[in-house]
C-alpha cells in the first residue's frame, strides 16, 4: 500500500488498451496500477519502489513472451505472500487448474465486469476468501432437474417446491436470495421442467452490463438507431422466442429498459430501439437479485408495476448457512461434479474436513462452497480431502453452534426450538423425510426401503404430514 492509503496493483498485459481499461476499473476502488509489458519487466518492477508496496498483481494469461503459469510460479517465488489473479478469454477449469498449481490466487475471465474484478482484488487482500476462483457455475455445466438439486432442509425443499410448481405454468418467476445461493441452477431446473424446455434458456446479468447497451443487447436496434450503431441487431428476446430469458441481478436494469420490459410482459411485443415496428415473441421471463427488490421499489430504483408483473410466483432459496445439514451431501455432490474436469480426479473428503465445512458461514453460499473444494481438490495430493486442505476456512475460525441440530450421515434435523423446548414429533418426522427424499433424490423405493416402512406408508404420511413429494 502506497503512503497515501492507496493500495498498488502490477498489470503484466502488453495491451494498451486493456491496461486502460483495467487501470480504470481498478481506480474505482481506490487502487492505482503500475504496469509491466512482459516477464523481464515485471521482475525487474518487483525491486522498485512500487514493486515493494505492491498489494497485488494481474497477470494476463496471453503474455507475449512464453508460459504464463512459469511467470507465475517466478513470481509466487519471489514474492510469496503477495496474491496473483490471472486474466484470460477462456475461462476453462484446465486453465484454472494450471494457474493454480503455479501459485494464482484467482482467476478472472474477459470481457472484465467492473464489481468482479474489484471483488477479486478485495478478497484476495483481505483474505476472507483467500483462494476462491471465478465461480464454478460459470465453468462447470451445473443444468440439474428438480430432483437432481442437493438439499433436504425444509426451506430449501419448500422453496424447490414451489419452483417446481411454477415450471408448469407460464407465468413470470422471481427469485430472490443473497449471492451465490443457486438462484441460476434454480432457474435452469424451472425452464428444464417447463414445456418451453426444448427451446433456448439465454441468461442476461443486468449487473455486468453497461447500463447504456442493456436495452440494445435485450431488445435489438436498428442500424443508425444511435451512434455507434452501424448495422442491425437482433435482440436476446427475439433469439428466445418459443423459450425462457433469465435476467439475473434484475434489480440493476436501468429503469429505461424496465419501462420496455413491462410493455414486453404484457404485451408480448419487442420494439427495437429506433424500430418502427414491433416484433411478436413467446417469452417466459425469470428474473432473480440478491436484493430485496421491494425495498428498491421504495427507495424509487424499480418500478413497482414491473415488481408486481415479474412477482407472479416468488422463490426465495435460503443461504447456506440455514441449512448447514445439507452441507456434507452438497460437499459429496460438488467434488463428484469436479472430479469430472480435466485435470483433476475423484477424491473423498474426511469426517474432520465436513465437521470444519458445516461449522462455517459461508457468506459467499454455495458458490464459495463450491470454489473452495475447487481449490482443495486441485491441490490435494492424497485420496482424500482434510482439515489441513481448507487453510482459509480454518484460519477464518468456526461459528459457535448450539445443540439444536443433530447430524447424520451429511444431513440435519433441528430437534429444539428457538425457546429450548423440543420440537413435535410430527414436524421432527416431517423434516427426516424431507431429508431422506432429497438425500435419495426423490426416487421414492429406495426412500421408503432406508427408512424401514413401505412406499403405500411413506406416501401416506406424505398425505397426512402434508408433505408435496416434490419437496
Not at 180 to 193: P, R
Not at 209 to 232: D, K, Q, V
Not at 354 to 360: A, K, N, P
Request: aromatic share 4%; net charge negative; hydrophobic share 45%.
Amino acid at each position: 500500500m502506497t503512503r497515501n492509503g492507496q493500495r498498488l496493483v502490477l498489470l503484466i498485459d502488453d495491451e494498451p488498451a486493456q491496461r486502460r481499461l483495467v487501470a480504470t476499473l481498478a481506480s474505482r476502488g481506490g487502487w492505482r496500477t503500475v504496469f509491466a509489458t512482459d516477464s523481464e519487466m515485471a521482475i525487474a518492477t518487483l525491486g522498485t519502489q512500487d514493486g515493494m508496496q505492491l498489494d497485488a498483481i494481474l497477470l494476463d494469461h496471453s503474455a507475449p513472451d512464453g508460459d504464463a503459469t512459469a511467470l507465475i510460479a517466478e513470481l509466487r517465488d519471489r514474492r510469496p505472500a503477495l496474491p496473483i489473479l490471472m486474466l484470460t478469454a477462456n475461462g476453462s477449469v484446465a486453465h484454472a487448474v494450471a494457474a493454480m498449481r503455479a501459485g494464482a490466487t484467482d482467476f478472472l475471465v474477459k470481457p472484465l465486469a467492473p464489481d468482479r474484478v474489484l471483488a477479486a482484488l478485495e478478497a484476495a487482500v483481505a483474505g476472507t476468501a483467500a483462494g476462491e476462483l471465478r465461480p464454478l457455475t460459470e465453468k462447470i455445466p451445473a443444468l440439474l432437474a428438480f430432483d437432481e438439486i442437493v438439499g433436504s432442509s425444509p426451506d430449501f425443499r419448500a422453496a424447490l417446491a414451489i419452483a417446481a410448481k411454477a415450471a408448469r405454468a407460464r407465468v413470470a418467476v422471481l427469485v430472490e436470495g443473497e449471492s451465490g445461493v443457486g438462484k441460476a441452477v434454480v432457474a435452469e431446473a424451472i425452464h428444464a421442467a417447463s414445456p418451453r424446455a426444448k427451446k433456448p434458456m439465454i441468461t442476461i446479468n443486468c449487473a455486468a452490463m453497461p447500463a447504456n447497451l442493456i436495452e440494445s443487447e435485450l431488445f435489438g436496434h436498428e442500424m443508425g438507431a444511435f451512434t455507434g450503431a452501424f448495422e442491425r441487431k437482433i435482440g436476446r428476446f427475439h433469439d428466445a422466442d418459443g423459450g425462457t430469458v433469465f435476467l439475473d441481478e434484475i434489480g440493476d436494469m436501468p429503469l429505461e429498459a424496465q419501462a420496455k420490459l413491462l410493455h414486453l410482459l404484457h404485451t408480448g411485443e419487442v420494439q427495437p430501439i429506433g424500430g418502427r415496428q414491433s416484433r411478436e415473441v413467446d417469452v417466459r421471463v425469470i428474473a432473480a437479485t440478491n436484493q430485496r427488490l421491494l425495498d428498491e421499489v421504495e427507495a424509487g430504483r424499480f418500478r413497482e408495476d414491473l415488481y408486481y408483473r415479474l412477482n407472479a410466483v416468488q422463490v426465495t432459496i435460503p443461504p447456506l448457512r440455514e441449512r448447514t445439514g445439507d452441507i456434507p451431501a452438497l460437499a459429496r455432490h460438488l467434488l463428484a461434479r469436479i472430479a469430472e474436469q480435466p485435470g483433476l480426479r475423484p477424491l473423498g473428503i474426511t469426517d474432520a474436513a465436513l465437521t470444519l465445512l458445516v461449522h462455517y458461514d459461508w457468506p459467499g453460499n454455495v458458490r464459495q462452497l463450491q470454489n473452495a473444494l475447487f481449490r482443495a481438490a486441485v491441490l490435494c495430493e492424497g485420496a482424500a480431502l482434510t482439515e489441513e486442505d481448507f487453510p482459509q476456512i480454518a484460519a477464518l475460525g468456526n461459528r459457535q453452534r448450539g445443540p439444536a441440530t443433530v447430524a447424520a450421515g451429511g444431513g440435519g434435523v433441528t430437534l429444539f426450538r428457538p425457546d429450548g423446548n423440543l420440537r413435535a414429533l410430527d414436524e421432527i418426522e416431517a423434516d427426516v423425510i424431507r431429508l431422506a427424499i432429497g438425500h435419495y433424490r426423490g426416487r421414492m423405493t429406495e426412500v421408503a426401503r432406508r427408512l424401514g416402512i413401505g412406499r403405500s406408508t411413506l406416501y401416506r404420511k406424505l398425505s397426512d404430514l402434508g408433505i408435496d413429494n416434490a419437496a
